[in-house]
């Protein structure tokens, strides 16, 4: 292969693989839990329908309601707990922020629907990366 082609990628895969870096910079590491149905009513939206793909917000993100209907991207980044290998399913999730979580022991409390897509349940509590989407 020509020296010139092998330098061209080599740089081209290092600027990629910088740019992945500066992706999870961004995010912020957490912890999340998830809550059962019914997700109704909400401290955002009251009686409002929000499908299932939501979550609560805890202190740390809370602002006073100004989280409430915001996105976040939510990824399982590992154990939390006793469960070695919680992480499953969709890489990353989406959810809206409808409700406050006082108690939820975690920094977002996600619906049980959003948890299971990305954890198994039986963890309870994982470790995350989140970022606003």
């Not at 590491?29 to 805890?58: H, L, R, V, W």
């Not at 990824?75 to 469960?83: F, H, P, Q, V, Y």
């Not at 499953?88 to 897509?117: E, H, P, W």
């Amino acid at each position: 292969m020509d020296v010139h082609i092998r330098s061209l990628m080599m740089a081209s895969l290092m600027m990629m693989m910088m740019m992945m870096m500066m992706i999870f910079a961004y995010a912020d590491e957490g912890t999340a839990t998830f809550y059962d149905p019914p997700y109704t009513p909400s401290a955002c939206f009251g009686n409002q329908d929000n499908g299932k793909m939501i979550a609560g917000a805890s202190d740390g993100i809370w602002e006073n309601r100004g989280a409430c209907g915001r996105n976040y991207k939510v990824k399982c980044s590992g154990a939390a707990n006793t469960e070695p290998h919680p992480c499953q399913g969709t890489n990353t999730i989406t959810v809206k922020i409808v409700d406050y979580c006082t108690a939820c022991n975690g920094t977002i409390n996600l619906s049980r629907d959003a948890f299971s897509m990305i954890a198994k349940l039986q963890a309870g509590k994982i470790k995350i990366h989140f970022d606003r989407a």
